[in-house]
């Protein structure tokens, strides 16, 4: 069979890594320059995304302008904890721990029974809410902006809380999918443990995000990559040899999210709105907002 004729293949997306950590320390250097700000604060939850973060952040800013956030749920796995203290201890930043059980409790007595799936969802997006306003409460105190540990996966597939962890100042990592964001913490001396480990928010016991998906993040970002990066259609995504059901449902997926990834629309009933024909240039120098 010649080269011309050889079947398509979707492979998974790949990165230079030593170039791409030096991309993002830039980035994050000029996003504080232009907002006139000099710390961050990153929630660390043990995982690779927020293990990536917080490395990256430590390398663009050094340590003592990087504070570390645990918040830990009673029924949080005590792993977790361990490899969230695990690398925060090795990358030498200020850490605190805020147990959000006391906060929680009472709003999710609320929620009450129901359909077990959908009150699992509930009570997750309540305990990514809260540690999200954990989190800004105590950038105020540091004089810091919140940093966000979302990838690129993750936000195409809307798997994320509005106003919780997908909230944040800046996104170091949006654009990286879960495969790739592995060989820079590779890259950036993430323990491989971490690096790893299945990927779960930690909300209930047992929880993986590959379980709620009902696919890898590897399959996931073959078909992401392939429609969003190579601008493939479906039918050119299952000729490569994809699955034709996961296909359809990550494209169905993709376009029903993309509200969450967009601000929220403004009804325009003026000369100049913000948002629409008013923008302020966030790189403006004293464009620093207070609050």
């Known amino acids: 069979m010649s080269p011309a004729s050889a079947p398509e293949t979707a492979p998974l997306p790949q990165i230079d890594a030593p170039q791409v950590v030096s991309v993002i320390i830039g980035f994050i250097r000029r996003q504080l320059e232009q907002t006139g700000f000099g710390r961050l604060v990153v929630g660390v939850s043990g995982g690779v995304d927020s293990a990536t973060v917080a490395h990256l952040a430590v390398r663009a800013l050094g340590p003592a302008n990087v504070l570390a956030v645990r918040m830990p749920f009673r029924s949080s796995a005590a792993e977790s904890e361990t490899d969230a203290l695990r690398v925060v201890e090795g990358l030498g930043c200020d850490s605190q721990r805020v147990d959000i059980t006391p906060m929680a409790e009472p709003m999710l007595t609320l929620i009450g029974d129901g359909d077990e799936a959908d009150v699992r969802v509930r009570?997750?997006?309540?305990?990514?809410?809260?540690?999200?306003?954990?989190?800004?409460?105590?950038?105020?105190?540091?004089?810091?902006?919140?940093?966000?540990?979302?990838?690129?996966?993750?936000?195409?597939?809307?798997?994320?809380?509005?106003?919780?962890?997908?909230?944040?100042?800046?996104?170091?990592?949006?654009?990286?999918?879960?495969?790739?964001?592995?060989?820079?913490?590779?890259?950036?001396?993430?323990?491989?443990?971490?690096?790893a480990k299945p990927p779960s928010a930690d909300l209930w016991p047992g929880q993986t995000d590959e379980g709620e998906l009902g696919a890898t993040y590897d399959d996931l970002d073959r078909i992401l990559y392939a429609l969003v990066d190579r601008r493939w259609?479906?039918?050119?995504?299952?000729?490569?040899?994809?699955?034709?059901?996961?296909?359809?449902?990550?494209?169905?997926?993709?376009?029903?999210?993309?509200?969450?990834?967009?601000?929220?629309?403004?009804?325009?009933?003026?000369?100049?709105t913000p948002g629409i024909d008013h923008l302020y240039p966030r790189r403006r120098p004293g464009s620093r907002r207070r609050a």
């Open 123 to 195: 009570r997750g997006n309540v305990l990514a809410r809260l540690r999200m306003m954990v989190l800004y409460d105590r950038s105020a105190a540091f004089d810091a902006l919140v940093c966000g540990t979302s990838n690129k996966t993750e936000a195409l597939l809307g798997y994320g809380t509005l106003h919780g962890d997908m909230a944040a100042a800046i996104q170091p990592i949006g654009d990286l999918y879960k495969s790739q964001l592995r060989a820079v913490a590779t890259e950036l001396g993430v323990a491989p443990e971490i690096v």
């Open 233 to 272: 259609t479906v039918e050119r995504c299952v000729g490569a040899g994809l699955d034709e059901a996961l296909v359809r449902w990550t494209a169905e997926r993709v376009a029903r999210y993309e509200f969450k990834r967009q601000t929220p629309p403004v009804a325009k009933v003026s000369l100049r």
